[in-house]
C-alpha cells in the first residue's frame, strides 16, 4: 500500500469517527447510588412516578397511555423492550433529566418533557431502576 493510500484511509477513518460521534450525545458520566438499581422499594417508587408521569406516553394504554402518544415523531420508546436491559443508568438519567431540552432531541422534534426541574436526583434514579426492572434487566 502506497503513502498516499494509508494517509486517505486514516483521514477516511477520523471522518468516519468524527461523524459517528454526532450520533451517540456526550453525557456525564455518574455513578447510581450504591444497591439502588436491584433495590425492590427504590423500583416501587420508580413505578409509582411512572404511572403518575410517564405512562401517559411510556406505558400501555391499561396504563393510561393515550392515543395521542401514537402520532409522536420520533416515538415515545416502548421500556419493556429487551434492548433496555443493557441501557446506561447514566444515559437514562440524564434522558430524563433533560428530556428534549439537548441536542439533538431538540431539533428533532421530540415531546419528551425535561423531568429534571420537576424531580429530584432521588426520583430520577428510581425512575431508572424501574425501567431496568420494567424492560427484565
Ligand atoms: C408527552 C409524552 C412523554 C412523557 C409524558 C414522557 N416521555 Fe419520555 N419520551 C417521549 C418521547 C416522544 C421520546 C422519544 C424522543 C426522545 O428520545 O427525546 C421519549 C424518550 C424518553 C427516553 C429516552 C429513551 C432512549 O432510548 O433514548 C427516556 C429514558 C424517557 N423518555 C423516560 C421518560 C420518563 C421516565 C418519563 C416520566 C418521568 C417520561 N419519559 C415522560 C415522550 C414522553
Known sequence: MSLSSTALGLLLLITFVAGCSDLVPDYPRREPPAGLLGD??????????????????HGTPEEGRTPRADFFVPPAPDFTSATYRSADPAYLFWRIQKGKAVEPYLSGGSVMPAWGPHLSDEELW????????????
Open 40 to 57: 425492590a422499594a427504590r423500583q416501587e417508587a420508580g413505578a409509582a412516578l411512572f404511572s403518575l408521569h410517564c405512562a401517559v406516553c
Open 126 to 137: 428510581s425512575l431508572v431502576a424501574y425501567i431496568l426492572r420494567r424492560s427484565g434487566s
